[in-house]
């Protein structure tokens, strides 16, 4: 439509100009002599050309003025963005929520200009509570004493004459606000809503991993706890019921008379103690093997390996590949590898009655691979495939499992291997 106006002003002025020029040859001719014919036509020209260029300049300031609020608004987002982007990189710092939620609050309130900041959370019986303020101190009441039933009951009603929220949402459901307010009345435009739903996105990614990372703690805290008693209850408990077993024994020898096959009990009973205390302190060098960042798996395992020896009077040597020490394994991977071999060297301490194990460590075919040799007396028939719930080995595979791997039990020439094999894919750290 436009197009078809701006051809219909260039016709237009043509044909008046060619009309006066006809006219003043002949009609104005003998009105007109020259030079007021040739004035006349000049001047129409003139005044055509006017008018056409008065109408395309308007047009073109209309263009100009679209155009300059579009730029003022391209800039203005494109501060916002930057803007938000380094409030991002700042909170990608934080690790404790609060200080998280109070970094949102103060970067809300500083983005958008305003006089106060304060972010709403749901408790679970959907009542609010104040998590963050930003602002003069007094604007605000902790205790939700002022009027109103949503946020405005934290803060002073003289300070929300404009006011800007944002609902924080997990999911479909909104568990939050996020809030500025101005003491003066103001309208807020298109990039003060994104900024406002930027951050309020921001800090619900921030609670919603805190809660996350919240049940991985307990769980954990559960996995291993249930990790203690079944080692607890195969192991102590066990020995602990033959030792009193054994003192009623010796109680009633010795009360038969019997002086000599009540020591002969008290022997047995002896090493059952000893076996008891390898146990305690087995569990306790487990419990206090961390695996720092500097060491890696290979030095953790080689470190542990050292003092399990010594402990359990076994020969233990590791033997692990450069490629091993160069992959870069997930702290998860790593934490279930190390206490695979715990409870793989464990099971060779108690069952295999072995004198000498190797642990080695590969990366080959995309997976790791993680093997504990002995050269004990092997696993009996009954405890191959189908006996696993049996030594701890069910702990091992679960563990296994969760890395995405698996276990295999090999009987050997002489004794028995125990391979722990985990894809890269998810072993791997991704850099």
């Known amino acids: 439509m436009f197009v078809r106006a701006r051809w219909l002003v260039v016709i237009g002025g043509i044909v008046i100009v060619a009309l006066v020029e006809l006219l003043s040859d002949s009609v104005l001719d003998p009105i007109l002599p020259f030079p007021l014919d040739t004035l006349a036509v000049v001047a129409v020209m003139a005044i055509v050309a006017s008018l056409g260029a008065a109408l395309a300049f308007r047009r073109l300031d209309a263009m100009a003025s ?99 929220a944002a609902p924080i949402q997990r999911g479909a459901a909104s568990i939050g606000t996020l809030v500025v307010g101005a003491r003066t009345p103001r309208a807020y435009g298109v990039s003060a809503v994104e900024t406002m739903a930027s951050l309020a996105s921001q800090a619900a990614i921030a609670i919603e991993n805190d809660r996350l990372m919240g049940q991985l703690r307990e769980l954990a805290v559960r996995s291993e706890r249930e990790r203690i008693a079944r080692e607890m209850h195969d192991g102590l408990a066990q020995v602990l019921g033959y030792v009193n077993t054994k003192s009623q024994a010796v109680e009633e020898l010795l009360a038969a008379g019997r002086v000599d096959a009540a020591r002969t009990q008290l022997r047995e009973l002896a090493a059952a103690a000893r076996s008891v205390y390898v146990d305690v302190r087995e569990a306790i060098l487990g419990l206090t093997s961390p695996i720092a960042p500097e060491r890696g798996l290979v030095g953790a395992v080689e470190e542990y390996a050292r003092r399990f020896s010594a402990a359990s009077k076994l020969v233990v040597v590791v033997d692990a590949t450069d490629a091993t020490n160069d992959v870069r394994l997930t702290p998860e991977v790593q934490a279930q590898t190390f206490r695979i071999l715990q409870e793989a060297l464990t099971n060779v301490r108690k069952h295999a009655a072995a004198h000498r194990v190797r642990v080695s460590l590969d990366v080959a075919d995309d997976q790791l691979r993680v093997r504990v040799d002995d050269d004990g007396r092997g696993i009996p028939e009954a405890d191959d495939a189908g006996g696993w719930p049996r030594y701890g080995l069910t702990s091992m595979r679960e563990r296994a499992a969760g890395m995405g791997g698996s276990i295999e039990l090999t009987p050997r020439v002489q004794g028995t291997r125990v391979e722990l094999r985990v894809p890269l894919a998810t072993a791997e750290l991704v850099a």
């Open 66 to 164: 679209v155009l300059q609020e579009r730029n003022t608004e391209l800039e203005s987002s494109d501060a916002s963005i930057r803007a938000l982007h380094r409030v991002s990189m700042s909170l990608s710092t934080l690790t404790d929520l609060d200080s998280l939620l109070q970094a949102v609050v103060e970067s809300a309130r500083d983005l958008l200009d305003a006089d106060v900041a304060l972010l709403v959370l749901m408790r679970s019986d959907a009542t609010p509570r104040l998590a963050a303020t930003s602002g003069p101190a007094d604007a605000f009441s902790p205790a939700g004493t002022l009027d109103g039933s949503d946020f405005r009951r934290f803060v002073d009603p003289a300070l929300l004459q404009a006011v800007l």
